[in-house]
């Protein structure tokens, strides 16, 4: 592969990591892709073993890879997501089908609802709620994570339907044939604590939005309370104000 210009200033190096990061940027290399090793470059672009060091030490410098001790370098750029408020309820949507990323669930249990769960899902002291914790995410990247309660009343046999369903939407909706008729957000920027530090493998005090989202059926009921987690630098968030 010719992709270096000896009429140009700029060393080789220089020249192949910009190429390389156009590359990265264009999504030609996905997040969490392994590169070629320094050997590999050499052959690949007829470079000295120097010129490829230098290449991948440019790219590192620029946060685009990262390197693992015997393992080799691997990309760490990721495109941005940008999310509108108005339209969150379609994340996990957008996420699944638009980007092939996969969801893991982290735990699913019965409990009894505290104060404010209650308070939001209009339950009564003592009542029982499913509560789930759950990621969406590509490769070794986890982008999103959701604290979920749904009303055990509402959701008899969650755990046998459960996987059926990709998103929250689909299961309220086709799983259990209720009709959404509304989405509550409340948006919060803040830095990441030491759980969101190993779910989303980030490092603490890493930016981090939280979108508090209550759904609401065609009844005026609200019938799920999600707490969405998602990584600062992964999201752009565009939050939207309606002023009159």
Same mark, same amino acid.
């Given at each position: 592969?010719?992709? +270096? $210009?000896?009429? #140009?200033? *700029?060393?080789? @190096?220089?020249?192949?990591?910009?190429?390389?990061? =156009?590359?990265?940027?264009?999504?030609?290399?996905?997040?969490?892709?392994?590169?070629?090793?320094?050997?590999?470059?050499?052959?690949?672009?007829?470079?000295?073993?120097?010129?490829?060091?230098?290449?991948?030490?440019?790219?590192?410098?620029?946060?685009?890879?990262?390197?693992?001790?015997?393992?080799?370098?691997?990309?760490?750029?990721?495109?941005?997501?940008?999310?509108?408020?108005?339209?969150?309820?379609?994340?996990?949507?957008?996420?699944?089908?638009?980007?092939?990323?996969?969801?893991?669930?982290?735990?699913?249990?019965?409990?009894?609802?505290?104060?404010?769960?209650?308070?939001? +899902? $209009?339950?009564? #002291?003592? *009542?029982?709620? @499913?509560?789930?914790?759950?990621?969406?995410?590509? =490769?070794?990247?986890?982008?999103?994570?959701?604290?979920?309660?749904?009303?055990?009343?509402?959701?008899?046999?969650?755990?046998?339907?459960?996987?059926?369903?990709?998103?929250?939407?689909?299961?309220?909706?086709?799983?259990?044939?209720?009709?959404?008729?509304?989405?509550?957000?409340?948006?919060?920027?803040?830095?990441?604590?030491?759980?969101?530090?190993?779910?989303?493998?980030?490092?603490?005090?890493?930016?981090?939005?939280?979108?508090?989202?209550?759904?609401?059926?065609?009844?005026?009921?609200?019938?799920?309370?999600?707490?969405?987690?998602?990584?600062?630098?992964?999201?752009?968030?565009?939050?939207?104000?309606?002023? *009159?």
């Amino acid at each position: 592969m010719n992709i +270096l $210009n000896k009429q #140009s200033k *700029d060393p080789y @190096y220089l020249q192949l990591s910009n190429a390389l990061e =156009e590359m990265i940027r264009s999504g030609y290399f996905s997040h969490g892709e392994k590169l070629p090793t320094l050997t590999e470059m050499r052959e690949i672009f007829n470079i000295s073993l120097k010129v490829a060091a230098q290449t991948y030490e440019d790219l590192s410098h620029k946060e685009l890879i990262y390197s693992r001790r015997g393992k080799g370098f691997f990309v760490a750029y990721h495109e941005s997501i940008k999310i509108d408020l108005d339209y969150f309820y379609q994340i996990e949507a957008n996420l699944v089908h638009e980007m092939n990323m996969e969801r893991h669930i982290l735990l699913m249990e019965k409990i009894v609802v505290d104060d404010y769960v209650a308070e939001q +899902l $209009n339950l009564d #002291s003592g *009542d029982y709620c @499913y509560h789930i914790k759950q990621t969406y995410g590509k =490769e070794l990247k986890n982008v999103l994570f959701e604290d979920i309660y749904l009303p055990l009343h509402k959701f008899k046999n969650l755990s046998r339907r459960y996987n059926q369903y990709l998103t929250l939407p689909s299961l309220i909706m086709n799983g259990y044939r209720y009709a959404l008729d509304s989405f509550s957000n409340k948006y919060f920027s803040s830095s990441v604590t030491v759980e969101m530090q190993f779910i989303l493998k980030l490092k603490l005090n890493e930016p981090l939005w939280r979108v508090e989202s209550i759904y609401f059926t065609d009844e005026k009921e609200p019938i799920a309370l999600v707490n969405h987690y998602l990584s600062g630098e992964y999201v752009t968030m565009e939050v939207s104000l309606n002023v *009159d």
